[in-house]
């Protein structure tokens, strides 16, 4: 099976931004898990940001472009040597993987990094995918990804992935009164049914950026799982167990 994996800033990172090992430990350990019994997993990492935010002594995610490249640049060493250390751990060789919109505007390119995808994962190393921020241009509306949620769904999308999981802070999709919502048979009430909550100050996402990746990845034919990245719910989800909200493949009425 293959499988996306993507992790939100929050639930990885400290409320300064400072990588938090214990988190990251526990995620990785569930990778590494899910590799050994012959899956196929494509890991898209948020964190260098606020990885920067936190090394840099600001308080909170910058709004100038110049600055937000630059704790990118600060944030993403820092993340990959954990992630190193800690796939190393479990005798797992992983490859930086990073990418801005650009590399899905023409096929050509898109091809190329499906097969650089396809390339590192035949030959055992789990990509740590993320968005280029060192290079991405803010200043041009829609042209990033959003905390990474639409790039985890680009990224299922082009190596034909199963499934695509979403890890935030919380426990799934939740309802009003703050329940969550096991599964989702219809996006018609959705926006009425669910509080999306507040993005984070270290962070570009939310729910409403989830959910417009699920809405497309499901349109694509891929079953997504929005679910709480600080519990241990990969085994669970891949098990058939309830954890999370599940959204079944080409559920759009």
Known sequence: MRIVVKVGTHAIAGRTGRPDHAALKRLVAQLCALRKDGNEVFFVSSGAVAAGVEALGLTARPCDVNDVQMCAAVGQARFIGEYEALFGAHDVKIGQVLLTHHDFEARR????????????????????????????????????FGDNDWLSFLIAKLVKADVLVLLTTV??????????????????????????????TLSKGGMDSKLRAVKAAVASGIDVYIANGRKRVLEAILSGRSAGTFFPASVLG
């Open 109 to 144: 390119r898109s091809q190329n990094v499906k097969k650089s995808l396809d390339h590192l994962v035949k030959a055992g190393i789990v990509p740590i995918i993320n968005e280029n921020d060192v290079v991405a241009d803010e200043e041009l509306k829609g042209q990033t």
């Open 171 to 200: 426990d799934g999709l939740l309802d009003a009164a703050g329940k969550r919502i096991a599964e989702v048979d219809s996006f018609r009430n959705v926006s009425r049914l669910v509080r999306t909550g507040e993005k984070g």
